[in-house]
């Protein structure tokens, strides 16, 4: 099974790693927040607009640029 730093996500410019920083988890650029929040947001059933509103720091452009970023 692929980690997730083999899936080619250096090139989105949305999210960032750093591995001093939540333990090496991808986060949104320029904060502390795990791209996979959005993902789990998204299958419970949240929009794009509500999971900017929980997790501020997080941009609008931000999370549309992850859920496009393969």
Avoid: K, Y
Avoid at 13 to 18: G, I, Q, Y
Avoid at 29 to 55: H, K, M
Avoid at 63 to 69: G, I
């Amino acid at each position: 099974m692929p980690v997730r730093a083999d899936l080619g996500w250096a090139g989105c410019a949305a999210v960032e790693r750093d591995p001093l920083r939540v333990s090496g988890a991808w986060v949104f650029r320029g904060t502390r927040i795990p791209e996979a929040a959005l993902f789990e947001n998204l299958e419970d059933g949240v929009s794009l607009a509500e999971f900017v509103d929980l997790f501020p720091g997080v941009t609008q452009e931000q999370a549309r640029l992850r859920a496009c970023c393969t």
